[in-house]
């Protein structure tokens, strides 16, 4: 008998994703609130897999884990260290270590609390290094249209002469805001870990179309390496292209699963 | 106490608990061998807070592990106290049993980063991270482990919503990827 085949879902998260799901904490009675910028972003995300658990919808690797580790201890420790290096009163420095302490704990222990609803997928170096030219062929590409973009040409080429005087910061603005993913790969180049990252989720989305071609295969992210910054990206755009992979911002992949059924 | 002795003591707490567990009865003398272990393990905190030959960092998860450490501890002795009332008999032995191995592992790792010092081993931090949420997370189990509130009760409460602050604009303000 030929096997069952359906859809399924998969969402790859980012480093960013597990660190901003885990930075949060309300102690009201101590008027206390630690909260990182988009983790009510990743709320909706997070409960649906929680919801789906048996689906293993939520996927990461351990490269994402051990970042995210490091992440939140370097975060902790870079703004302990700032306090701590000043001080020669050895009672402060102690009660600042402790209440770091505090924080950091209650901050790993949400991320592990997230880590336990995720599955977490072997992917072997070979594997990665498979997609490694390709994906580094593709931002190259980027890079270069990127260090091409010239606004100014572009008004130039597409507001007359009459106009361009009066509306040229305005159309400036709108050009600004439509290649956003683009100026932001021009100041900020993408790293070599988020290379490796995509090939990762690359070398998942084979594995997973192997035994079902149909399925969908997100990332979850915040980078605009990968995800759209409030306008279309060409990043994105590309990766969607080349390798089937939809990025996007946490809350509107969980909005991406509600559509495949996952509410 | 010397760090083997520190090890020997350890050991010892383990095959007592053993006994207890064996013999169905808890022994309140044990009480004390926790609050010595325990200041032991406050001497080594001590330590960290004061070393400056290592990054502020790397003190900082090796503090954070003895911390950690102290905290179970008090919980434990604490349910060692009450074991009568509360018929935790044998239970706290058992649960103690399944606690006592990672303390003196994290002991024994952190010991070892004391001696390393500036030559520390740079997998080391990495490795004591994993071990202290292990630690953690058998805690929370066996029900040895604080809850926020009764870890925060004897804490500087304006020192922690300074920190909390902080913390959160450090979450705001930055790309932390980028720092590691």
């Known amino acids: ?263 | 106490m010397p760090i083997k002795s520190i090890f020997d003591y350890i050991n010892g707490m383990r095959s007592d608990l053993n006994k207890m567990e064996t013999e169905g009865f808890v022994d309140l003398s044990f009480v004390a061998k926790i609050e010595k272990l325990d200041s032991e393990l406050s001497r080594m905190k001590q330590y960290w807070i004061e070393q400056k030959e290592v990054s502020v960092g790397y003190a900082f998860i090796f503090y954070s592990a003895m911390h950690n450490s102290n905290l179970i501890l008090s919980k434990m002795r604490q349910r060692f106290k009450n074991a009568k009332k509360t018929s935790d008999n044998p239970g706290v032995a058992c649960d103690s049993l399944l606690i006592m191995p990672i303390i003196s592992e994290v002991y024994q790792k952190t010991a070892q980063a004391a001696e390393e010092k500036e030559k520390l081993n740079p997998f080391l931090p990495n490795e004591m991270l994993k071990l202290v949420s292990a630690l953690r997370t058998t805690a929370k189990q066996v029900g040895m482990l604080p809850t926020f509130h009764e870890e925060v009760k004897r804490i500087d409460k304006n020192q922690l919503k300074k920190t909390a602050m902080e913390l959160d604009k450090k979450f705001v303000a930055s790309n932390l990827l980028n720092n590691i």
Not at chain 1, 1 to 25: A, E, N, Q
Not at chain 1, 56 to 66: L, S
Not at chain 1, 185 to 213: F, M, Q
Not at chain 1, 229 to 247: A, L, M
């Open chain 1, 1 to 263: 008998m030929p096997p069952i085949s359906s859809t399924i879902s998969k969402v790859f998260l980012d480093t960013c994703i597990l660190v901003s799901g885990s930075v949060y904490g309300s102690y009201e009675d101590l008027d206390i609130k630690l909260e990182h910028e988009f983790y009510r972003k990743t709320v909706p995300l997070f409960e649906i897999i929680k919801r789906h658990v048996d689906k293993r919808i939520g996927i990461i690797t351990f490269t994402i884990e051990t970042q995210a580790i490091a992440v939140i201890a370097n975060a902790v420790a870079s703004e302990l260290e700032q306090k701590a290096e000043k001080t020669l009163d050895l009672g402060l420095r102690a009660k600042l270590f402790e209440s770091h302490t505090i924080f950091f704990d209650q901050c790993l222990a949400h991320l592990h609390e997230n880590l336990s609803f995720l599955q977490r997928e072997p992917v072997s170096q070979i594997e990665k290094q498979q997609y490694y030219l390709e994906v580094s062929l593709m931002y190259s590409n980027l890079q270069d249209t990127a260090n091409r973009l010239d606004i100014n040409r572009l008004i130039n080429a597409n507001v007359t002469p009459r106009y361009r005087r009066i509306i040229r910061d305005e159309v400036y603005g709108q050009y600004k805001k439509r290649y956003k993913q683009l100026l932001k790969l021009k100041s900020e180049p993408v790293e070599e870990s988020d290379k490796g990252i995509l090939c990762e989720v690359i070398a998942l989305s084979k594995l997973y179309r192997r035994t079902n071609p149909s399925t969908r295969m997100y990332l979850a992210s915040t980078d605009y390496h990968f995800s759209p910054c409030n306008s279309e990206g060409e990043i994105t755009e590309q990766i969607k292209q080349r390798f089937d992979i939809v990025c996007d911002w946490p809350h509107e992949v969980a909005k991406y699963l509600n559509s495949d059924g996952f509410t």
